[in-house]
């Protein structure tokens, strides 16, 4: 996810609201951490704020859902829009460790799975960006052992797995 979330910002540059108003809400919230808070957990929090502008990982996922069903058609490579609960919630899982978390996470199975799938989207959109067809990428991809188990025979993306 981090991997996806480095490209997405590099790609679709965008905040919830402009700079300007930002920064009023920004300031208005570092003005609001008590006075005598300790340094370390100042500085944290400063920090939370400071992304609180950019889009969530659930909404980047959604619009990378979409753009990816644009591109190649439904479910593409078994990527489905009901899974995206499923990975924002493994990845905070994996970041902040709470406990009610825990059921609602991938497997490690499936977590190994959907890092490989992500990694071949990743692929995909990065090919696409510099102009290199989805057919000559379909071709390379086929080639890949750990990416052909997203793809039918044909090269053409296979049926979705649902994730356990």
Same mark, same amino acid.
């Given at each position: 996810?981090?991997?996806?979330?480095?490209?997405?910002?590099?790609?679709?540059?965008?905040?919830?609201?402009?700079?300007?108003?930002?920064?009023?809400?920004?300031?208005?919230?570092?003005?609001?951490? $008590?006075?005598?808070?300790?340094?370390?957990?100042?500085?944290?929090?400063?920090?939370?704020?400071?992304?609180?502008?950019? $889009?969530?990982?659930?909404?980047?996922?959604?619009?990378? #859902? /979409?753009?990816?069903?644009?591109?190649?058609? =439904?479910?593409?490579?078994?990527?489905?829009?009901?899974?995206?609960?499923?990975?924002?919630?493994?990845?905070?899982?994996?970041?902040?460790?709470?406990? /009610?978390?825990? !059921?609602?996470?991938? =497997?490690? =199975?499936?977590?190994?799975?959907?890092?490989?799938?992500?990694?071949?989207?990743?692929?995909?959109?990065?090919? #696409?960006?510099?102009?290199?067809?989805? !057919?000559?990428?379909?071709?390379?991809?086929?080639?890949? /052992?750990?990416?052909?188990?997203?793809? !039918?025979?044909?090269?053409? $993306?296979?049926? $979705?797995?649902?994730?356990?």
């Amino acid at each position: 996810m981090q991997a996806f979330e480095a490209f997405d910002r590099k790609v679709n540059p965008g905040t919830l609201t402009s700079p300007e108003k930002f920064k009023e809400v920004y300031d208005a919230m570092v003005g609001a951490i $008590p006075q005598g808070t300790a340094n370390g957990l100042r500085q944290k929090m400063k920090a939370a704020i400071q992304y609180a502008n950019e $889009p969530s990982l659930r909404k980047r996922l959604k619009l990378f #859902h /979409d753009f990816l069903v644009s591109l190649i058609g =439904s479910e593409p490579y078994g990527f489905k829009s009901s899974g995206i609960e499923q990975l924002v919630q493994t990845r905070n899982y994996f970041t902040h460790y709470p406990e /009610d978390l825990k !059921d609602k996470i991938l =497997s490690p =199975s499936s977590t190994v799975r959907e890092t490989e799938r992500f990694s071949m989207l990743l692929v995909v959109c990065l090919l #696409h960006e510099i102009g290199v067809t989805l !057919d000559q990428t379909r071709n390379g991809l086929f080639l890949h /052992d750990k990416f052909r188990r997203f793809m !039918d025979g044909k090269g053409a $993306p296979a049926g $979705p797995e649902t994730p356990t």
